[in-house]
Each structure stands twice: as structure tokens, then as C-alpha cells.
């Protein structure tokens, strides 16, 4: 899963011998796996979160988020689709809205 | 094992074998289990330790990472490791690959010449270094009642590091900033996963970047800095909330007007008020960028509900941090507040850094006792009693309080 390759190094010293503990410091190219826990939404309703949030952030963002009150779930897929711009079509919001309410809160 | 207001609950996971429903809904890679206590749940988390340049960490969301510091790291001393520095990042397009010869750090906008500089250009620098705590506007977001949304943090987004790298009014420097600048817009790799979606962004007034203190780091601890908390540069503003810190510096834009982009306008603002607090559901308040932190305490080796010894003395210590100013002192309460004994200050790493205390008490009535740690910063800004509220989650500096048992 994890992968690390290093490029070719650049070494740069530093001049700066006024400073205790001065030391050559060499940056090296980087290259990283991020893992992704491709956990989805389940139950009645699920496939219409799962078709319209999980493209931008996994599900656990949702999953972790307490109880909260349907306005508030509300003015969330709101700030999704016009600040954030997720494509969602607006006959989906009250659909979304209603499995995000419902959802049974994880331990 | 329970330290800080959570709870490692390894049973849960490795030791119960009966627990056939739990071990299928907890992947291979989640190596134990932890409960942030937030009130009403959802509190429990995975440690996870998959993530590249990363030990165990806390896991918030996986895409964009969002992953905490587990709070036990805060015990071994004022440096919170690099594998161990808790992640946060808004859009899920990240930078996972950079060359550190082909990078390059522009400086552009309202200057005499626009500059791209290559890490050597930057590294050429005079060089500067300083220690500073990092943490996030919404640090214990997920400790807030009544409850709001977003990243359900507990107390570890937050962390202390020595920052190496040059001032940012050096580099600015090397462009010319023009009479008539007023601010400076700071952009890093990361990008929307929609193309409308509003670029991460942010800026600081003209003033405040040239004041010699904020700085674009390249180490941190000695080393360069992971991939996902900011490779390979990152913008360091001491005392001020990690919003700002923009990670993987790429484009600094003078400005001859004020940034009304989205992430300065709108989002990562905070009411007018005293300890940005609110009541919930209260409207028509005016909004301002949030900015300084504010003064922090927390006892890092005695557990909620642990049991202390009555009659014997008890070595506390902890962490504190005063915000935007140095720490002044740091008491700690055993009477809910009536009383205060003044704890002994570790060596201080310079004023923007976590700062260790460490006090001894003898409790010696039996029964339930709470700990109360309560710092006051150089400027006489002290810790609240009463917690504050906004509907972001912002800014929590309440006295933090700490059950034991004395038996």
C-alpha cells in the first residue's frame, strides 16, 4: 500500500554558522500512497449519499459527525452544493437530507 | 491503557474473539481502538498506522486525511514527533509527489518583479528557527455542546514543533513588495476536486507578514516535513490558529486590496465577541477572521476516573501554551476552583512553544475529586471557566477538568 520512491538528491549546505546546532539539512523528493477506507453508506436510502458525497471525502466524515438536527444537515448539503460546488442535483437534497438525519449515530 | 480523556481499548479488538461483528466492521489495518469521550458518541476511532511517514495515529477521515494526534504523545516532552504530528487537509486533491528539483515557490502580484525561486533560492536564505504550536481553529471541536458539524476532533489537533526554514519577509523581499500592498495570499498544491470548487487559500495583512516571526519552513524537528503535513515548504505564523499555516507553499500573491476569497470572507470566521462565544442559534452577529490563539492547559498523565493514592503525593504534569504570548504560569485546583496551587514550569522553549509544568499533590479526603489546570499567558489572558459555544466549533479554551478517584 505504502510506497516511497526518492528521486534523485539535492544536497544544500547551509552558511548560517551563527546559529547553534547548524547542520547540512537535504531535502529529498517525495512520493506517497495516501489509503483510503472506501467505507460506504448502507440501508434504505444509502445509494443516493453514496452516488452524491463520497466522491469529494470518504464516508467516515459523515459517519463520525454527532446526532444532528435535519436544519443542520440541511444548511451541510447546501454549503456542499453552492460553496463547494459538488455536482448534486437538487431533487436529491431532500432525500440526502432525510438518510443523513435518520442516520443511527456509530458508537 | 487510558491517558487523557481517552481510552485504548486493544481488548475490543484483539482480545475478544466472541466480538465476530466488531472484528468485520474494523479492517485489518486498524490496530486498536480509541474513545475520544466526545458527549453523545460518536467517540470511537481507529489508531491506524498505514499512513506514509505516519505511526499511530488517530483516524478522523481518510479522504482528505484528517488524522489526530493520540494524546498520550503529549506526555513525552514538548515536541510532538513528525510521525506523530496530527493531518489536516480540505480538498481531497493533495500533493503526493514532489520533485525538490523541479519545485518551485512563486512570488508575484503586486511586487517590482515577479520571482519563481527553486528550494536552493529559498534554502540560500538567512536561515531562522524557532519553536511554535500548531493547532487547529476547531481543536476539540468534537468536546463542544450543544454539539455542531464537521472534523469531530478531541484535544489532539494540535502539536509543537522547531520550525527551520527562512523569514517570509525575506522572500518577500526578493520580489519587491510595492508601496500600496495590503495583504499576502498564500496557495499551496492542493486543489478542489470540482474545478469551480473555491482554491485553499489564505492571507495575512501586509504588516503582519513582513514582521520578521512569520516564516516558510522546510524542517521541522530537524527533518524535512512529511508529505502530508505540508512537503516541502510550509508557511509558519506563530500564535496564530493552523488555518493560516499553509501547506505545501507554492504561490504567494501580494495584494492591493483586501482577500475576499471564500477561506478569508467566509469560512474560518469567528463572532465578534469575548472568547469568540455565542449563544446557539443566535444570528445577526458581526464575523471576523478568527486569528491569535488563546491560552491552553491540559494535565497529560493522570486519566479520567484513575485512581490516586490518598494521603501520598501525586506527581501531575502536563502541557501548557499561551496562545499568541508565552506562558506566565500555570495552577492547578482540587476544590473545583476555590483554591489554586501554582505548578513548576519546564524549560522554556521560547514563547510561541508548548511549555511543561509538572506539580505535586496530596489529595487527602476519599471520594471522587476533580483536577482543574488553568494556564495564564505573559499578556494576563487567562483560561475561562465556562466553556465557550459558536456554530463552528472555534477556539476552545475552557479550564480543562479531570476526574479522579482518591482511595
Redesign the interface.
Known sequence: MQRTIFLPLLLFAFAAPNIAGAQTLTLKSDSIDVPDRATMFTGPGSDVVNNNCVACHSAGMILTQPKLPEATWKAEAEKMIHVYKAPVDDKDVPAIVDYLTKLKAAP | MSIGNMVFDRRRVLGYSGLALLAASR?A?AQSIVRLG?P??????SI?T????KGPMI????????LETPFEVFDKGVFTPNDQFYVRWH??V?P??????KFRLAVHGHVNQTVSLS??DV??L??V?MAAVNQCSGNSR?LFEP?V?G??WANGSMGNAKW?GVRLKDVLDRAGVKSGAVQVRLNGLDE???P???DFMKSLDIDHARDGEVMIA??MN???LP??NG??LRLIVPGWYATYWVKALSDIEVLDKPDDN?WMK?AYTIPDTPHADIKPGQTGVKMVPINKMVPRSFITNVAPNQKLPAGTPTQVRGIAFGGDTGVAKVDLSSDDGKSWQAAKLGKDEGKYSFRQWELPITLTDKGNKTLMIRCTNTDGDIQPAQPNWNPSGFMRNVIEATSVIVS
Open positions: 479492517p489495518w466526545l453523545g458518541g460518536p467517540d470511537e476511532r491506524v498505514n499512513f506514509p511517514h483516524l478522523q477521515r481518510s479522504r482528505p486525511p484528517l480538498w481531497a493533495i503526493t509527489e514532489v520533485d525538490v528539483d528550494l536552493k534554502m540560500a538567512p536561515r528557527e468534537g454539539r458539524p472534523a469531530q527551520t478542489p476536486v470540482v469551480d470548487g473555491p522546510y524542517a530537524g527533518e524535512q508529505l502530508l512537503f516541502p471564500f467566509t
